[in-house]
């Protein structure tokens, strides 16, 4: 073999090496956009009804749901059909220990929310309209919330993930 031959294997096997090299890297961009932050949805129990509030989330940009230093700056969507992250935050002022569950495009049942007392509930909802009502309080009025499809990314907040 030729010193020319070896020559051309080397510099062949050399920008081989590199290109797979160059192949390797991080997956994952420090641009990307980051996820959704959770949606907070308060939800009261009374005797006669179950009161929800915002009756609607992801419609839009919400200024409520960035920090203060964030709020006069656009909010940054994120074009996903992921369900969006709802906790709601309950308070149960009746006398009666009860669970709230959720019926929609995804039905699912809180754990127990004891009598006046506070408890929380997180789910992952899909775009829809849901309708909450107190598990064993058929007299008590159902409450209604409307999941949009907009998803907002974190990318404005700090502290966040």
């Known amino acids: 073999m030729g010193s020319g031959r070896v020559r051309a294997a080397a510099v062949a096997g050399l920008v081989g090496v590199l290109a797979l090299l160059a192949g390797c890297g991080e997956s994952r961009h420090a641009n990307e956009q980051r996820p959704s932050p959770s949606t907070r949805v308060s939800v009261v129990i009374h005797p006669k009804q179950v009161l929800v509030q915002p009756l609607s989330v992801a419609t839009g940009p919400e200024k409520s749901q960035q920090i203060p230093q964030n709020q006069n700056d656009a909010q940054p969507s994120i074009h996903t059909r992921e369900p969006l992250n709802v906790v709601l935050v309950a308070a149960n002022q009746t006398a009666t220990d009860t669970k709230l569950r959720i019926r929609g495009t995804k039905d699912a049942e809180s754990g127990t929310i004891y009598a006046n007392s506070p ?26 919330l409307k999941v949009g499809s907009f998803r907002a990314s974190s990318q404005n907040d700090v502290l966040l993930p």
């Open 119 to 144: 408890g929380n509930f997180q789910v992952n909802l899909p775009t829809g309209t849901y309708t909450i009502t107190a598990v064993n309080m058929p007299e008590s009025q159902a409450g209604h």
